[in-house]
């Protein structure tokens, strides 16, 4: 009798324990809310992924964030991606319209953004396309990216897999559209070329002026402070000027002294001054503000009513 009860309960914890584990985990955001109007809030825009329904692994979401930005920084054009557990008590072609507007996907310009909502519990998800991309991804083909190339991996509980495979379709789609490239990556080449050249030669020629006629300290500071060409080359630069600039300096002392009796005294009172070794005053430079690339938000793009809807 004992047996048959320990049997019952550890083939009802077994079955338990599988239904938690088929279901998404949603401890990391608290349930959405529905207004007055029941409308299902929107979440706040943090990242081009916004998993919402917990159903992408952290170091999946990560990438598919950061291959994203990189994706923008190239074209201009932005794709967002949500997950929710459900989108009741709204229809998911209503609730996916108000995000898209709400995050303002794409730029304002050229409207050239996409919007994936997927809704888990549903088993229902959208592209909401933006204007200047209907051409390019009109219903027909989001409908296929949806049944044709993510259904495969949604049927069997793979949203990560399917969520990775939607992007790689719709990048592909994008690149194909001929839209106007950022102004950052156009300009790129022509500031890094004459950037290259003066970021190095003017700091050495102000800063070895500076260093022989005042002091090789104050010139390998001020060739630091002018450098452009990163933390590490302007480090290179500031001692290259210190030391050519001493070097100057000590080659100058023994012809002062030559034309003036007090000459070598000066010269060693000179020396020995109290302005002290470099980097005594160069703390300040090694502060943030190099590592950007942090998300930016929407661009400020428009919806054209253009998308499809499918399930699983």
């Known amino acids: ?16 324990n599988l239904g938690v584990q088929a ?21 706040k825009l943090t990242n081009y992924l916004v998993d919402y329904a917990d159903v992408v692994p952290q170091s999946l979401e990560d990438s598919i964030n950061l291959d994203l930005k990189k994706f923008q920084d190239q074209s201009g054009s932005q794709i967002f991606i949500l997950t929710v557990p459900s989108t009741n008590p709204e229809d998911i072609v209503e609730y996916g319209v108000r995000v898209f507007e709400n995050w303002k996907a794409g730029r304002a310009e050229y409207d050239d953004g996409v919007l994936y909502l997927v809704a888990v519990n549903d088993r229902k998800h959208r592209l909401e396309i933006g204007k200047g991309l209907e051409g390019r991804i009109p219903d027909v083909v989001a409908i296929s990216i949806l049944d044709d190339v993510v259904k495969p991996y949604f049927v069997k509980s ?4 399917g969520i990775n495979a939607a992007v790689g379709s719709i990048k592909k789609l994008i690149l194909q559209e001929e839209l106007p490239k950022p102004s950052n990556s156009s300009t790129t080449e022509s500031v890094d070329r004459p950037l290259g050249f003066f970021g190095i030669f003017i700091p050495l020629i102000v800063g070895l002026l500076i260093g022989v006629v005042f002091h090789p300290t104050i010139g390998g500071i001020v060739s630091y402070a002018l450098s452009p060409v990163g933390f590490i080359g302007s480090i290179f630069i500031a001692l290259f000027v210190f030391m050519v600039a001493s070097g100057f300096r000590s080659m100058a002392d023994p012809l002062t002294a030559l034309g003036s009796k007090n000459g070598s005294r000066t010269s060693r009172g000179r020396r020995g001054s109290h302005w002290g070794g470099f980097g005594g005053g160069g703390g300040g430079f090694g502060g943030g503000g190099f590592g950007g690339g942090g998300f930016g938000g929407g661009g400020g793009g428009s919806s054209g009513g253009g998308g499809a809807t499918s399930g699983w």
């Open 23 to 43: 279901q998404p985990q949603n401890s990391e955001h608290p349930p959405l809310k529905v207004d007055e109007f029941k409308r299902l809030e929107i979440p």
């Open 158 to 161: 793979d949203y990560a897999g």
């Open 1 to 16: 009798m004992l047996r048959r009860l320990f049997l019952i309960l550890f083939v009802f914890l077994g079955f338990f």
